[in-house]
């Protein structure tokens, strides 16, 4: 069973479409909140993650970055064990 994948997006942020499409590629859903039109949800996640742009992307309750966090990961591997819910290792 794969970890829920949280997703602060807007509507035209390439980035934000780019890790859309790398989860559905892997076949995992994303719960996807847009925050285009609600300036307190933006506040939140600066708040919360000190990111000031989008996606701002979580892993079960774990802030993983943006798409260039998340394809990171997928390069080195670690993105699967990551969703799957172990941690994972880092690569040298």
Known sequence: MSRKVRMYTTRYCPFCVMAKRLFQHKGVAVE?????????????????????????????????GGFDEVAALERQGRLDPLLAGGVP????
């Open 89 to 92: 290792e880092k690569k040298s």
């Open 32 to 64: 996807e909140i847009a925050v285009d039109a609600d300036p307190s949800l933006r506040q939140k996640i600066v708040q919360e993650t000190g990111r000031r742009t989008v996606p701002v992307i979580f892993i079960g309750d774990e802030h993983v």
